[in-house]
């Protein structure tokens, strides 16, 4: 962790700033392991076994996911980025409507959802919805589910509740920037993805390691499935425009992060199970295009 003592910038509110330099990639202003704040207590120590679940996701929760995703492949610095989508004072805001569900979702069921998809938690699951010997499907009642939605309160806690922190939800690209999906060229995402993105996710977008970070896959059996918020371009489009690339963060356009999703969702990636279930009080989103591929490949 970077020394605050040291740190070149100021915070922008409790957030690392978007635009500060490669140093801040290794910067995390509320540091559950050296915090002053967290003593002996219980609820401490779940909050600092929180903390490592989301930066490790992976390994410290193999029981309920096979992929090579962690928390913190998308939620920057522990989700204390700014324009990373940060996690800072999100805690307050929930229970929250879930378009895709069609109902209020608790913080667990949100962290919840976000094993089953972001994590593919389904992975291997049999047509009676059995896992494998050794996997749990991920419920709001288990222990890491809770550690995390402690540590996620843990970093909201200086943040009133009901009130939505400015900097959540900012991670979109504006509707009158938006291409229609049929005339993104997935060739042309590959050409930027091979000059931006490589350094950090290489040719096969499986991730290189730099120093203790491993950039999480973009695509294959280990990435995110096809029901995952990132699997829809648009979405994807907007956490690569304001968060990519990881050494230089907002260089690309709006265009150029469009063609890039389109891209990598072009690519290859796990199948999300029960996506019949999805979206059946609130309309499908244009840009989720996996549904469309399902259907397609059925003869609807």
Known sequence: MLDPNLRPYELNGPLVPATASMVSAWDIPDHPPTSTELDGAEVSARVRRGYRLFMNTSVEA?????????CGNCHLNAGQRELALPLVGSAGMFPEYNRRAGYDFSLEDRIVGCFMRSMNATD??????ALPDGRVTPSPELDEIGALADYIRWVSRNHSEGENPAWRKQNRIPPEALIPIDELDPIRGEELFTTHCTQCHGADGQGVQI???LAGP?????????GAG?????????IIRFMMPYLNPGVLTDEEA????AFITSKPRPSYP????????EPRPIDAVYYDREEAARGR
């Open 62 to 70: 193999s029981r309920l996911t096979p992929s090579g995703m962690s």
């Open 124 to 129: 291997g699951v049999d047509e009676d919805g």
């Open 211 to 213: 120093g203790d970070k």
């Open 218 to 226: 973009l695509w294959g059996p280990r990435s995110w499935n096809d």
């Open 230 to 238: 990132a699997a829809r371009v648009y979405t994807l489009a907007g």
């Open 258 to 261: 469009q063609q890039i999703a």
């Open 274 to 281: 029960y996506k019949a279930q999805d979206y059946q009080t």
